[in-house]
Nanobody, 128 residues
């Protein structure tokens, strides 16, 4: 089992920044990749960013490239999402997810159903 706890969300004005954190506990040694997803009201959950612990490969949704940065601290079992130049359309609940096993196809790392564990989410609200 892996437990994930997100933090760092809040209300921020457009153009501002936030840093989200996801602290993992439990079987963290077996985690292959960590991802961030978000879900806005009335919309489906969408991929935001992911990181593979092996080689520190990172992946981003086109909508956040250049504004969001995912990083990880293995020693602290924590993944971060630095969000800059926030826009009102970034308003959503942001979820952290963990995948235990390697992926056969890169596209899987962008697919919510391919993750094994999820956090409870943290709300990000961007005012215009």
């Amino acid at each position: 089992q892996v437990q994930l706890v997100e933090s760092g969300g809040g209300l921020v004005q457009a153009g501002g920044s936030l840093r989200l954190s996801c602290a993992a506990s439990g079987r963290t040694f077996s985690t292959y990749a960590m991802g961030w997803f978000r879900q806005a009201p009335g919309k489906e959950r969408e991929f935001v960013a992911a990181i593979r612990w092996s080689g520190d490969s990172t992946y981003y949704a086109d909508s956040v490239k250049g504004r969001f940065t995912i990083s990880g601290d293995n020693a602290k079992n924590t993944v971060y999402l630095q969000i800059n130049s926030l826009k009102p359309e970034d308003t959503a609940v942001y979820y952290c997810a963990a995948r235990l096993n390697p992926i056969p196809y890169t596209v899987w790392i962008r697919t919510a159903t391919r993750y094994d564990y999820w956090g409870q989410g943290t709300q990000v609200t961007v005012s215009s």
